[in-house]
C-alpha cells in the first residue's frame, strides 16, 4: 500500500537552513505529483510546493518562492524539501501528498513538525 513518511524536521533559529525528506513506499515518485503541503498553528492548510511526475516541473508558493526548492532522488524513491532562510512565518507541520492538483492529493504523510525560534 501506498505509505509517504515525511522526517527532518526540529527546530531551527531565524535564517536556519532544514532540509525534509519524504520516504515513498508503495507505489514510484515518477509515476505522480508530489507536493510539500503545511499548516501553521492554529491555521488551514497551505500548499508550499509541487513536483511533476516528470520531474522537470516545479511551483513554489510566493511565501516560499526563492528560499525553498524541491526535489526528489529516483533511486531512493525519496522527495526533499530545501528550506533556507527560514523565518518565524515558516513555522508549520509539513506534509508530503501524492497527487495533482486537478485530480485531487489522494496520500498524505503525518506530517513532520519545523519550528523556527530564536
Known amino acids: 500500500q501506498v505509505q509517504l513518511v515525511e522526517s527532518g524536521g526540529g527546530l531551527v533559529e531565524p535564517g536556519g537552513s532544514l532540509r525534509l525528506s519524504c520516504a515513498a513506499s508503495?507505489?514510484?515518485?515518477?509515476?505522480?505529483?508530489m507536493n510539500w503541503v503545511r499548516q501553521a498553528p492554529g491555521k488551514g492548510l497551505e500548499w508550499v510546493s509541487r513536483?511533476?511526475?516528470?520531474?522537470?516541473?516545479?511551483g513554489y508558493a510566493d511565501s516560499v518562492k526563492g528560499r525553498f526548492t524541491i526535489s526528489r532522488d529516483n533511486a531512493k524513491n525519496t522527495l526533499y524539501l530545501q528550506m533556507n532562510a527560514l523565518t518565524s512565518e515558516d513555522t508549520a507541520v509539513y506534509y508530503c501528498?501524492?497527487?495533482?492538483?486537478?485530480?485531487?492529493?489522494?496520500?498524505w504523510g503525518k506530517g513532520t513538525l519545523v519550528t523556527v525560534s530564536s
Open positions: 501528498a501524492k497527487g495533482s492538483a486537478s485530480d485531487g492529493m489522494d496520500y
Open positions: 508503495g507505489f514510484t515518485l515518477t509515476t505522480d505529483f
Open positions: 513536483l511533476n511526475s516528470g520531474g522537470d516541473s516545479t
